[in-house]
């Protein structure tokens, strides 16, 4: 089974509406990153969890983590086509050198 | 705003020759990784380097692949005979210590 699950896998929201997507773990987690990535190009950090209950806000971008659930959340508020792209979560687990192991990633596409 | 930058952007192959993708990471940056994510698919940790040596690597970097910090500022990896699956999207990221890590632009390789 996959360590890491994401859903959903592809959102299609109109433009001002809200949104969540979900990343769950399999194994424990240390910490866990929120990338976003644009087609054919690299990934551009948004933000870093490293505590349970945890929560960080930029700009209309809030992202939960829930390590009794093993579960981090990202939601945004009012999506904008600009919030378009891929969002992946990427844990950290114990003993590792932080290498990060990416789900297959929320495709979001805003319709303005 | 200091960045990681990757050369070639693009780089067309024959299968079973050697090729070398370069990264410069951020100047004060400890820790570098290489990643690839094969189109269509999820982004994959391939091995992440510190103080001048491997730290951890997966499966997919077999004998085929090695990484070198030839000087103090590339980040190199290379390929030594290519297959066409070697065909993906490759990555270079670098840290400091427990922040978070910054992507580069990456490199496209086609084996043809």
């Known amino acids: 089974s996959q360590e890491l699950e994401q859903s959903p896998q592809s959102l299609i929201v109109q433009e001002g509406k809200n949104l969540t997507i979900n990343c769950t773990s399999s194994?424990?987690?240390?910490?866990l990153y929120w990338y976003k990535q644009k087609y054919g190009e690299g990934l551009i950090f948004l933000m870093m969890l490293q505590k349970g209950g945890e929560e960080k806000s930029h700009e209309k971008i809030t992202a939960k983590l829930d390590e009794k659930k093993q579960q981090s959340s990202l939601h945004i508020t009012a999506s904008q086509p600009s919030h378009a792209g891929i969002y992946l979560c990427?844990?950290?687990?114990?003993?590792?050198?932080?290498?990060?192991?990416f789900g297959k990633g929320t495709k979001l596409s805003v319709k303005p | 705003e200091p960045e990681v930058t990757q050369t070639p952007s693009h780089q067309v192959t024959q299968m079973g020759q050697e090729v070398i993708l370069r990264c410069v990471p951020i100047s004060n940056h400890l820790y570098f990784y290489w990643y690839r994510q094969i189109l269509g698919q999820k982004v994959e940790f391939l091995v992440s380097?510190?103080?001048?040596?491997?730290?951890?690597k997966s499966e997919i970097f077999d004998d085929q692949f090695s990484v070198e910090r030839p000087d103090g500022s590339n980040f190199t990896l290379k390929i030594r005979s290519t297959k066409l699956e070697d065909s993906a999207m490759y990555f270079c990221?670098?840290?400091?210590?427990?922040?978070?890590?910054?992507f580069g632009p990456g490199t496209r390789l086609t084996v043809l």
């Open positions: 380097f510190y103080n001048n040596e491997i730290s951890e």
């Open positions: 194994k424990t987690l240390y910490g």
């Open positions: 990221a670098s840290k400091r210590q427990g922040n978070e890590q910054f």
């Open positions: 990427g844990p950290t687990y114990g003993g590792s050198q932080g290498n990060l192991i």
